[in-house]
């Protein structure tokens, strides 16, 4: 019963986690879309990756001169790390073919990759295999996916085409990215961890932007794009992703995959404004299977931690 109970408690802070999270990631693809206009992705990516791992330095260099630090971490965050920066280069590169709503709304395929890692990597995942909700989910998720791209008007374009593969391939990275921090964060600072993936990651993106991007471009931005390269990097990266890493470590990451099924809606809300994009009625429905199906997938995992 205590255990139940436990399971069911209310934790506050994990919400609030949760609804930062959100908030982040869904004002994250705006600002990409925005500064597309104005740099390559492999440009964006280094910018905006080093402003967040500046926001983070001091509490780095903090931790260790008290210290405090958790050397292990430095070993730990390497495979996590190499996803994040195959991961965040797909990620953004899509946003210059299609609309950003359109985007993240395929990028919720990550939930059948994350049920498939974990069904692979946590035995204690292994009994959804028999769960006929969990499998509803995925063929649920995998039939909007389709709709959603089947039926938008210019499916067929060359462009459209490389940003649907391309998120696609997103989806997937993010799938593995997730896994790879809850293996490897579970006793770890989720801030302290995240200021060295960061470390790690503006590595790895610098040396893809000298190798394919064109750096030199980023000297002809305004005052206005630089303060989106560094509010973006802060809120959508920094903050972001330590949000995120805490409402895994204290609940697990289905709850927080949960909350942030919301994110193609309130990015479509954001983006119709600023950017006029829409979705017709077919592509608003095959979404909304999409989200059911995943929220179900989700459902099923957290039903399964129920089980005595």
């Not at 069911?8 to 994250?28: E, H, N, P, Q, Y």
């Not at 890692?117 to 969990?134: G, T």
């Not at 990275?173 to 989720?190: C, E, N, Q």
């Not at 979705?279 to 129920?306: D, K």
């Amino acid at each position: 019963m205590n255990e139940h109970t436990a399971i069911r408690k209310f934790d506050v802070t994990a919400t609030l986690a949760c609804i930062g999270t959100l908030s982040a990631w869904s004002l994250g693809p705006i600002f990409i879309s925005y500064l597309a206009g104005f740099v390559d992705s492999w440009t964006q990516n280094l910018l905006r990756y080093s402003a967040a791992c500046l926001f983070w330095l001091p509490l780095l260099l903090f931790s260790l001169k008290k210290k405090r630090f958790d050397n292990r971490i430095w070993k730990k965050a390497l495979l996590p790390a190499t996803a994040n920066v195959i991961m965040q280069s797909l990620w953004a590169a899509a946003f210059y073919y299609v609309g950003p709503a359109f985007m993240v709304l395929l990028t919720k395929t990550n939930i059948i990759w994350v049920a498939s890692f974990s069904l692979m990597f946590f035995p204690e995942e292994r009994p959804l295999a028999r769960s006929k909700r969990f499998w509803a989910g995925l063929v649920l998720s995998a039939l909007g996916v389709v709709g959603v791209i089947y039926f938008k008007e210019d499916f067929a374009a060359t462009g459209t085409l490389t940003g649907v593969i391309i998120a696609m391939a997103a989806a997937f990275m993010w799938g593995a990215y997730t896994i790879s921090v809850k293996i490897t964060f579970r006793d770890v600072s989720s801030r302290e961890g995240f200021s060295v993936i960061s470390a790690y990651t503006v590595a790895g993106l610098a040396v893809a932007a000298l190798l394919f991007g064109d750096i030199g471009r980023c000297v002809t931005m305004g005052v206005w794009q630089w303060a989106s390269v560094v509010f973006s990097g802060v809120t959508a990266i920094a903050l972001g992703h330590v949000f995120y890493y805490a409402a895994i470590k204290r609940i697990g990451a289905t709850i927080p995959a949960l909350v942030i099924l919301a994110q193609p809606f309130a990015v479509l809300a954001i983006s119709r404004v600023v950017f006029g994009e829409s979705l017709n009625v077919l592509q608003l429905l095959f979404g909304a299977i999409l989200l059911v199906g995943a929220g179900l997938a989700i459902w099923a995992q957290q039903h399964l931690r129920r089980q005595p």
